[in-house]
C-alpha cells in the first residue's frame, strides 16, 4: 500500500510535457507546474509573438511570465525520489502479461513507469534513475511505458527512425535518407512532429469552437422549444376563450331568434283569433237571420208577408275579406338562420386552414446533405450584385452591377473606406449566410472568392488581397486549372475549368465548395472551416483580358 502511494505521488509531482519528474520546477499565473526547461522550450516554439499559453489548461498570458523556481515543490521532488528509492516492491508492482515489462530487472520483472525512445527499452522506477543522475542520458526522451519500442527502428538497417520523407510520406532513419530516399525531401522527426502537432492544434481549436457553437444551437434549440411550447399554451388558452366568447354569441343569437319568433307568433295568432270571433259572431247573426227569413217565407198570408217584410232588420255590414297567409309563415327565419350558418361554416373553413404557427421554421442545425444536382444547388440560389463603393478603380461594373470588367484607364469612382485601393477587387453587396449558391460566368483568369467584411481595403499588402490572409478564401481560375488559396497556402486543383463556376456556402455547417459547371457538376475544391462572420462573395480579374459576371439562375 505504501508503493501505491508514491506512484500516485509520482503521477502528481510529474511535469506533463516530458512526463518525468519536475526538474527545477516552476508554475505558471494558472498554477500548473512544469520543469523549467520543458515550459521554456515549449514557449520558444509558439507561433505568437505577444501571448503563451499553458499547455494544460490553454489559458493565455501576456506578456510572457517570468518564472522562478518553485523551491518548495523542488524539495517535495526530491524526497520522493528518496522516499520512492527506499520503498520496496509491492506485488502489484510486479508486470503481468498486459504490462510493459522492465528490461533490465532479472527474475521477476517490475513493471515499467517509462521507455526511452532513444534506449529503446523500458524501465522500472528503479532502473530509470540512471536516467536522471548521468549526463549521458539527459537528452533522452522519455515516453509512457510502451511495447511498441521497435516499431522506431528501421528494418533495414535497424537504426532509430528520427527522419521523415515528405517524398514517400514515411518514417525513416538516417541511412535510408542516403541510401534508398537519397535526394527526397526529408526532415527530422521532430521537426515533422512540431508540424502535425501545430496542426492538431488547430484541428482542436476548430473542433471546440465547432462544440461551443453547438452547445450554443444547442441552447438556443432549448430556448425556442420551450418559446414554442410557451407560445402554443398560449395560442390554445386565448382560443378556447375566443371559440367560447363565440358559443356565447351564438348562444345569445339564438335565444334572441326564438324570442322574436315567438313574439311574433303570438302577435300573429292574436290577430287570428280576434278576426276568428268576429266571423264567428257574424256566422251567428246570419244563421238567426236565415231562421227569421226561412219563417217569413213560409207565412201564407200575403198581406201578412208584406206587413212583416219592411221590419226585418237590414244584414250589418260583412267583415272584410280575409287574407289568409301561407301555412309557413316563418320560414324565412329558417331560411335566414341556415344562411347564416353558411356563412359562418366556410368562414370557419377558410380560417381554419390559415390558423398556424407563423414563425419562422426551425433551421435544422445538423450537417445537411450536399446537393448533388445542379437542380438540387439551384433550389439555394442567390441573387447577388457586386457593391460599387468595394469595387477597384480600373474596374467597370456593368449589367445592374452584376459583371466586372477591366479598364483601360481609371473611372471617376468616389472616395470610400470601403474601396479596394491597390488590388483588382470588388466585393458583394449582400452578405452570405445559411446555405447560399451563385455561379460565377468568367472570361479569361478570375479569382472567386469569398471574404469577410472587415478585410482590410487600403494598401498592396496581402491583408488586402483574396486567399493571402484569414479573412478570405479564393479559388483562382484560368482555362488549364485552377489553384485554391487561403492565408497565404496554396493548393494545385487537378482537372480543366469551364467558364462557369459554381460556388456552394452552408455557413453554419462550415462548408465551402467550387464546382465547375457545364452538363455535370464537377467539385474542384472543398473547404471544410467554422465561419465566424457573414461572408461576402468576391471577384478579382487577372488582367486586361479578364471580366467575371454573376450569373442570374434559375
Not at 232588420?313 to 341556415?338: G, K, N, W, Y
Amino acid at each position: 500500500m505504501a508503493q501505491r502511494g508514491v506512484q500516485l505521488d509520482r503521477e502528481t509531482f510529474s511535469c506533463s510535457i516530458c512526463l518525468d519528474l519536475l526538474k527545477d520546477p516552476v508554475t505558471t499565473p494558472c498554477g500548473h507546474s512544469y520543469c523549467m526547461n520543458c515550459i521554456k522550450s515549449h514557449w520558444d516554439g509558439e507561433d505568437g509573438e505577444y501571448s503563451y499559453s499553458c499547455p494544460q489548461c490553454r489559458e493565455t498570458f501576456t506578456p510572457r511570465p517570468v518564472l522562478l523556481k518553485n523551491t518548495m515543490l523542488a524539495d517535495l521532488v526530491e524526497e520522493l525520489k528518496k522516499t520512492g528509492l527506499q520503498a520496496a516492491p509491492a506485488d502489484h508492482c510486479y508486470a503481468g502479461a498486459e504490462d510493459v515489462a522492465c528490461d533490465v530487472c532479472t527474475g521477476r520483472k517490475l513493471k515499467a513507469i517509462k521507455s526511452c525512445l532513444q534506449c529503446l527499452a523500458s524501465y522500472c522506477e528503479k532502473h530509470l534513475q540512471l536516467h536522471f543522475e548521468s549526463p549521458a542520458f539527459v537528452k533522452h526522451k522519455l515516453v509512457e511505458p510502451s511495447k511498441k519500442l521497435q516499431e522506431n527502428v528501421c528494418s533495414r538497417h535497424d537504426e532509430v527512425m528520427k527522419m521523415f520523407c515528405h517524398t514517400d510520406q514515411q518514417l525513416i532513419c538516417y541511412l535510408c535518407s542516403v541510401d534508398v530516399h537519397k535526394g527526397h525531401d526529408t526532415v527530422s522527426a521532430a521537426a515533422k512532429r512540431a508540424e502535425r502537432q501545430r496542426e492538431l492544434e488547430v484541428s482542436r481549436q476548430n473542433i471546440q469552437q465547432r462544440i461551443q457553437d453547438r452547445e450554443k444551437d444547442v441552447k438556443l434549440l432549448q430556448q425556442q422549444a420551450e418559446a414554442i411550447n410557451l407560445s402554443a399554451d398560449e395560442a390554445v388558452e386565448d382560443s378556447e376563450k375566443i371559440f367560447t366568447e363565440l358559443i356565447r354569441l351564438l348562444e345569445k343569437r339564438s335565444s334572441d331568434v326564438k324570442q322574436q319568433v315567438r313574439s311574433q307568433q303570438e302577435r300573429e295568432v292574436s290577430r287570428v283569433r280576434e278576426l276568428q270571433e268576429k266571423l264567428e259572431q257574424e256566422i251567428t247573426e246570419l244563421k238567426r237571420k236565415d231562421v227569421e227569413l226561412k219563417k217569413l217565407s213560409l207565412t201564407e198570408d200575403h198581406n201578412q208577408f208584406l206587413h212583416n217584410y219592411p221590419s226585418l232588420a237590414p244584414l250589418s255590414q260583412s267583415a272584410s275579406s280575409i287574407q289568409i297567409r301561407p301555412m309557413s309563415c316563418f320560414e324565412d327565419v329558417t331560411e335566414a338562420v341556415s344562411e347564416l350558418r353558411d356563412k359562418l361554416q366556410d368562414v370557419l373553413r377558410e380560417k381554419s386552414s390559415t390558423v398556424s404557427l407563423t414563425g419562422t421554421e426551425v433551421d435544422v442545425l445538423l450537417p445537411q446533405p450536399e446537393p448533388k444536382t445542379r437542380a438540387d444547388f439551384l433550389k439555394y440560389s442567390h441573387e447577388i450584385t457586386l457593391d460599387p463603393n468595394t469595387a477597384y478603380t480600373w474596374l467597370l461594373l456593368s449589367k445592374g452591377n452584376r459583371k466586372a470588367t477591366f479598364m483601360s484607364q481609371k473611372l471617376s469612382y468616389s472616395s470610400h473606406p470601403d474601396r479596394f485601393t491597390d488590388w483588382w477587387q470588388v466585393l458583394s453587396r449582400e452578405s452570405l449566410t445559411g446555405r447560399c449558391y451563385w455561379e460565377v460566368e468568367r472570361r479569361g483568369g478570375v479569382y472567386v472568392a469569398v471574404a469577410y467584411k472587415n478585410i482590410r481595403r487600403a494598401g498592396g499588402s496581402g491583408k488586402c488581397r483574396f486567399g493571402r490572409n484569414d479573412k478570405s478564401w479564393v479559388l483562382y481560375c484560368k482555362n488549364n486549372g485552377s489553384t485554391f488559396c487561403y492565408n497565404k497556402v496554396q493548393t494545385r486543383v487537378s482537372g480543366p475549368v469551364s467558364s462557369r463556376v459554381g460556388v456552394y456556402l452552408d455557413h453554419r455547417a462550415g462548408i465551402l465548395s467550387f464546382y465547375s459547371v457545364s452538363e455535370t457538376m464537377t467539385l474542384l475544391h472543398r473547404v471544410q472551416t467554422t465561419f465566424t462572420q457573414p461572408l461576402y462573395a468576391g471577384l478579382r480579374l487577372y488582367d486586361y483580358e479578364s471580366s467575371a459576371e454573376l450569373c442570374k439562375v434559375k
